[in-house]
């Protein structure tokens, strides 16, 4: 692009700030830039839709990725998902029955390692975070039957458990089927923030988010229930591409306290 000597703030060859004694105006916070240079309680981000994310991650950031595995209307990734669960229990595959889980809250499968289309959604996952490969990778098979289902708030256990904070530094899950809200609040002050998970998104949330928010799928009002079904895939792993940050909250105890800090 053409320069041009077009900045009225420029004088002389230097920018020239204009002082507020104030420091604050009428509807405005700050003049002073630095008082923008804070860590957020949530950085939400909306990533590329290829092989890899391809940048660094931080620990406050939530990723949310529209139509990574199929287009939002094309169902046949959440039919296929549950016919081969299906035909694993059929088979009588070991552990690979539906649970339910969370107090009757949802279903889940411990054992969906022998579905090929899990088995690409995990590899995928794994490739587009860059999440360190092996035996710390965890997982979990969730099946929201019908739109009756849903999922308390809740931290996953990286945010209290250190040999897990160790080895997981990132929450990453895959919807299919029905739009269902993922939901945060706020583990100090409440606050609640609602992302709407469509089908064959995916989205992503780091070690500090997990600590800072609770965070479940909504209830759907009985008027609102249509009967179809949701499939989520969650994984937990080290994502490697993360940046360290000062002031990075602590673990949470059992009691909901403070366990130690990073």
């Not at 950085?43 to 939530?62: C, N, W």
């Not at 949701?230 to 059992?254: C, F, K, M, Y």
Request: aromatic fraction near 10%; hydrophobic fraction near 35%.
């Amino acid at each position: 692009m053409r320069q041009l000597d077009d900045d009225p703030r420029v004088k002389g060859g230097s920018r020239v700030r204009q002082h507020n004694k104030h420091k604050k105006g009428r509807n405005t916070e700050s003049f002073d830039p630095a008082s923008t240079l804070v860590r957020p309680d949530m950085r939400v981000i909306v990533g590329p839709r290829r092989e890899a994310y391809g940048r660094p991650l931080k620990h406050d950031d939530v990723v949310i990725v529209p139509e990574l595995f199929c287009a939002e209307d094309d169902w046949d990734m959440y039919y296929t998902l549950v016919e081969e669960l299906r035909k694993l229990q059929a088979e009588e595959v070991k552990n690979a029955e539906w649970i339910a889980w969370h107090e009757g809250c949802h279903l889940i499968s411990k054992a969906p390692e022998k579905s090929p289309t899990f088995q690409m959604v995990l590899e995928k996952i794994v490739k587009y975070f860059n999440l360190r490969p092996g035996k710390n990778i965890g997982y979990r098979f969730n099946w929201y039957r019908d739109s009756s289902d849903w999922k308390p708030f809740h931290w996953d256990s990286a945010a209290f458990n250190p040999h897990r904070a160790r080895n997981q530094n990132i929450t990453v899950g895959v919807s299919f089927g029905a739009m269902r809200e993922l939901a945060f609040k706020h583990a100090t002050n409440g606050t609640l923030a609602y992302f709407p998970q469509t089908n064959g998104a995916a989205f992503s949330f780091g070690r500090d988010t997990n600590i800072r928010w609770k965070h479940g799928i909504n209830a759907l009002p009985v008027d609102e229930q249509h009967g179809k079904g949701r499939i989520s895939i969650i994984v937990w792993g080290l994502a490697q591409d993360t940046i360290e940050e000062d002031h990075s909250p602590p673990l949470i105890d059992n009691n909901g306290g403070a366990r130690h800090g990073r």
